[in-house]
C-alpha cells in the first residue's frame, strides 16, 4: 500500500506522512476480548491487539490475534417445543432435539417425529 514500508522507513516519517494524507491510526489499549459473531459461529479473538486507522472519516478495524472458532447453538422458543410436542405426542426432550436437528424448523421437525420407517 505504502511504499517503502517495512524496508526501513522511519516509523517517524511514516506517520508524517499518513498524516498529510489525513490517515490517523490508533491502537485500543487493554482490549480483553473481541468476538465476531454470524449466525453459525462465533470467532473470539483472546489475545486481541486492534488498531483504528482513520481515513478522513471512514475508520478500519484491524484485529491481530489468534482466531478460535466456537459453533453457536440455535436457541429453540419455548412455544415452538410445545407446538411439536402438540402435533406428535412426542416428550419435551425429544421435541428439543427434533427442532434443533431442524435447525428450528417447526414442520421439518413435526415430520421427523411422525415419519414411520
Request: proline share 4%; glycine share 6%.
Amino acid at each position: 500500500m505504502f511504499p517503502g514500508l517495512g524496508r526501513g522507513m522511519n516509523p517517524r516519517k511514516m506517520a508524517s506522512m499518513m498524516k498529510q494524507m489525513g490517515i490517523d491510526i490508533n491502537e485500543i489499549e487493554n482490549v480483553e476480548e473481541v468476538i465476531i459473531r454470524t449466525p453459525e459461529k462465533d470467532i473470539i479473538f483472546k489475545d486481541a491487539e486492534v488498531t483504528i486507522m482513520d481515513a478522513r472519516g471512514m475508520k478500519t478495524y484491524q484485529i491481530v490475534g489468534t482466531p478460535q472458532e466456537v459453533a453457536r447453538e440455535i436457541k429453540i422458543p419455548e412455544d415452538d417445543i410445545k407446538l411439536v410436542m402438540e402435533q406428535t405426542s412426542s416428550s419435551e426432550n425429544d421435541a428439543r432435539n427434533a427442532l434443533k436437528e431442524t435447525k428450528g424448523d417447526i414442520a421439518e421437525a413435526i415430520l421427523k417425529l411422525t415419519k414411520t420407517d
